[in-house]
């Protein structure tokens, strides 16, 4: 009846929206799917309670029950955010948003191929994007799942999480141990991936068949979701892992001095230094203020690094990453990590000019002249003095990390670089989510050949069983031969794909044997 009605008033079926709902037991919500591409999603899901008040500073906690069918077609509100140090010198020697900032962010969004009225697919591989942006900002609203499912010949379902970021999500300190929880922006990581868990099914995905990727602090976020429970996560939240320039800065203990000290700036400029109790003061402090503090507290720290980041707690992250990885104490069956080829140059000031001792140093306050004359020695003749304390940037804190994860995984990791030129941090993006600009690189050989072998990979495990006929080559594992892909352009006036395998530089891997080697003084 209702199709007749609309033909006699003109309307053309395809334009009419269908309204698919779930109901996930404490809430029913309703989606939509778009015309163009069949492709269903549901915005700002609620997969946890909202964090504030006495949950401030706590483990999430589930969503309360809610009456009536919720919309679930808006962008939810993004976490509050901040931004990196700017700062010339490390104190602790001594976004025009489209969506609203708020404390209250913990959603999810999903997005699964379907029919014009959005029947889920069943038992698809599941995606769960984890975003990045320092653990200081970011949000679900900036990737869209429908691009990697197009990748993907419609082979997979997306979720895209959102986690509490800087102070909110990463305070840390002997009272927040005693009174909270440590690494609360983890643990709603966590918490988010049990939800798929339990209820990806409704939304046609398999909770058997689970990928966790991320960029960045994303791709941070994945490595300590990869070590989490010293790897012995219950129930088995993910199968695959995969990292785009792995993230791991100083990751101190929660009651080392230098962790001591940010909570205790953080606690006098929240004016609670006066408090009988320094956490509930904190927790009843006005969300303004503490918004203010934690711009402030980062702003403040050394350039390009993060002030509020994962702590070792002893119980979620039982110790060192690196130790976790060295002893293969990991999650997760499979691993696929990429890096940029020049990933610390967006972290240095590029208008100083440190020698590498001095910035070592700088960046690693637990240094001492001993290590910092080995690194100095390590770097020399590696280009001009700025190119290398570029070079220590990116591969003390991305590039390394992601050898220590590939041999944690062995056998079972891929490792890739992105080279096309200039090859920075997060340049890759754009090539495997399409809707956030146009990629430099604009050809399509090249774009359906690296973005492929990601969707691949969550398919299958392995980039190898390509879900369509691309130009990758045979992709070894990185156990054979220390081998890895590299996706480049030709130099030439009309540049043309560059892929092929490569054999990673052995000094490379030799400055990263040092920086594994002081891991209990860079705090990884």
């Given at each position: 009846?209702?199709?007749?009605?609309?033909?006699l008033?003109?309307?053309?079926l395809?334009v009419?929206?269908?309204?698919?709902?779930?109901?996930?037991?404490?809430?029913?919500?309703?989606?939509?799917?778009?015309?163009?591409?069949?492709?269903?999603?549901?915005?700002g899901i609620?997969?946890?309670?909202?964090?504030?008040?006495?949950?401030?500073?706590?483990?999430?906690?589930?969503?309360?029950?809610?009456a009536g069918?919720?919309l679930?077609?808006?962008?939810?509100?993004e976490?509050l955010?901040s931004?990196?140090?700017?700062s010339p010198?490390n104190p602790?020697?001594?976004?025009?948003?489209?969506v609203?900032?708020?404390?209250?962010?913990?959603?999810?969004?999903?997005?699964y191929?379907?029919?014009?009225?959005?029947?889920?697919?069943?038992?698809?591989p599941?995606?769960?994007?984890?975003?990045?942006?320092?653990?200081?900002?970011?949000?679900?609203?900036?990737y869209?799942?429908a691009?990697?499912?197009?990748?993907?010949?419609?082979?997979?379902?997306?979720v895209?999480?959102?986690?509490?970021?800087?102070?909110?999500?990463?305070?840390?300190?002997?009272e927040?141990?005693?009174?909270?929880?440590?690494?609360?922006g983890?643990?709603?990581?966590?918490?988010a991936l049990?939800?798929?868990?339990?209820?990806?099914?409704q939304?046609g995905?398999?909770p058997?068949k689970?990928?966790?990727?991320?960029?960045?602090?994303?791709?941070?976020?994945?490595l300590?979701q990869v070590?989490?429970n010293?790897?012995?996560?219950?129930?088995?939240?993910?199968?695959g892992?995969?990292?785009?320039?792995?993230?791991?800065?100083?990751?101190y203990d929660f009651?080392?001095?230098l962790t001591?000290f940010?909570?205790?700036?953080?606690?006098v400029q929240?004016?609670?230094?006066?408090?009988?109790?320094?956490?509930?003061?904190?927790?009843?402090?006005?969300?303004?203020?503490?918004s203010?503090?934690?711009?402030?507290?980062?702003s403040a720290?050394?350039f390009?690094?993060?002030t509020?980041?994962?702590?070792?707690?002893?119980?979620f992250?039982?110790?060192?990453?690196t130790?976790?990885f060295?002893e293969?104490?990991?999650?997760?069956?499979a691993?696929?990590s990429?890096?940029?080829a020049?990933?610390?140059?967006d972290f240095?000031?590029?208008s100083?000019?440190?020698?590498?001792?001095?910035?070592?140093?700088?960046?690693?306050p637990?240094f001492?002249?001993?290590?910092?004359d080995?690194?100095?020695e390590?770097y020399?003749?590696?280009?001009?003095?700025?190119?290398?304390?570029?070079a220590?940037?990116?591969e003390?804190?991305?590039?390394?990390p992601?050898?220590?994860?590939?041999n944690?995984?062995?056998?079972?990791?891929f490792?890739?670089?992105?080279a096309?030129?200039?090859a920075?941090?997060?340049?890759d993006?754009?090539?495997?989510?399409?809707?956030?600009?146009t990629?430099?690189?604009?050809?399509?050989?090249?774009?359906?050949a690296?973005?492929q072998?990601?969707?691949?990979f969550?398919?299958n495990?392995?980039?190898?069983?390509k879900?369509?006929n691309?130009?990758?080559?045979q992709w070894?594992t990185?156990a054979?031969g220390?081998?890895?892909?590299?996706?480049?352009?030709?130099?030439a006036?009309s540049?043309?794909?560059d892929i092929?395998p490569i054999?990673?530089?052995?000094?490379?891997?030799?400055r990263?044997?040092?920086?594994?080697?002081?891991?209990?003084l860079?705090?990884?």
């Amino acid at each position: 009846m209702l199709t007749i009605k609309l033909l006699l008033l003109g309307i053309p079926l395809a334009v009419v929206q269908a309204a698919p709902t779930v109901n996930l037991g404490f809430a029913q919500y309703q989606g939509s799917v778009d015309a163009a591409t069949s492709i269903t999603s549901f915005l700002g899901i609620r997969y946890a309670a909202p964090p504030v008040g006495d949950l401030r500073f706590r483990a999430p906690a589930p969503p309360l029950n809610t009456a009536g069918v919720q919309l679930a077609t808006v962008q939810p509100n993004e976490c509050l955010q901040s931004g990196s140090g700017r700062s010339p010198t490390n104190p602790l020697e001594a976004r025009a948003a489209s969506v609203v900032p708020s404390e209250d962010c913990l959603f999810l969004n999903v997005y699964y191929p379907s029919d014009a009225v959005g029947t889920p697919p069943k038992g698809l591989p599941t995606l769960v994007w984890i975003h990045g942006g320092g653990y200081l900002s970011g949000g679900a609203s900036s990737y869209d799942g429908a691009d990697i499912i197009a990748q993907s010949n419609r082979g997979v379902v997306v979720v895209v999480i959102q986690y509490r970021l800087g102070l909110f999500g990463f305070l840390a300190g002997a009272e927040v141990k005693a009174n909270g929880a440590l690494n609360a922006g983890l643990l709603d990581q966590d918490f988010a991936l049990r939800f798929v868990n339990q209820h990806i099914t409704q939304f046609g995905g398999d909770p058997e068949k689970v990928t966790i990727w991320g960029e960045s602090a994303g791709a941070g976020s994945v490595l300590q979701q990869v070590v989490a429970n010293g790897g012995k996560t219950v129930p088995q939240l993910f199968r695959g892992a995969i990292t785009s320039s792995s993230f791991l800065p100083s990751q101190y203990d929660f009651d080392d001095p230098l962790t001591e000290f940010i909570f205790s700036e953080i606690v006098v400029q929240a004016n609670c230094s006066s408090a009988a109790n320094a956490l509930t003061c904190l927790r009843a402090a006005d969300t303004t203020l503490l918004s203010t503090v934690n711009t402030n507290i980062n702003s403040a720290g050394f350039f390009g690094t993060f002030t509020t980041a994962p702590v070792v707690d002893g119980e979620f992250i039982v110790q060192r990453p690196t130790l976790s990885f060295l002893e293969g104490r990991v999650n997760g069956q499979a691993l696929l990590s990429v890096t940029n080829a020049f990933e610390g140059t967006d972290f240095v000031n590029q208008s100083s000019n440190p020698s590498p001792a001095e910035y070592s140093l700088e960046l690693f306050p637990k240094f001492t002249q001993t290590q910092a004359d080995i690194v100095s020695e390590l770097y020399d003749g590696l280009g001009t003095q700025l190119f290398q304390v570029n070079a220590i940037q990116g591969e003390s804190i991305f590039i390394c990390p992601t050898y220590y994860m590939q041999n944690a995984f062995f056998g079972r990791s891929f490792k890739g670089e992105f080279a096309i030129p200039p090859a920075l941090h997060s340049e890759d993006l754009v090539y495997y989510f399409p809707s956030r600009g146009t990629p430099p690189f604009n050809n399509a050989q090249f774009i359906n050949a690296f973005a492929q072998s990601f969707t691949s990979f969550i398919i299958n495990q392995d980039p190898n069983i390509k879900v369509s006929n691309t130009i990758l080559p045979q992709w070894n594992t990185f156990a054979v031969g220390n081998t890895e892909m590299l996706f480049n352009e030709t130099a030439a006036a009309s540049p043309q794909p560059d892929i092929r395998p490569i054999t990673t530089n052995s000094t490379l891997l030799q400055r990263c044997e040092f920086w594994n080697s002081v891991g209990n003084l860079t705090g990884q």
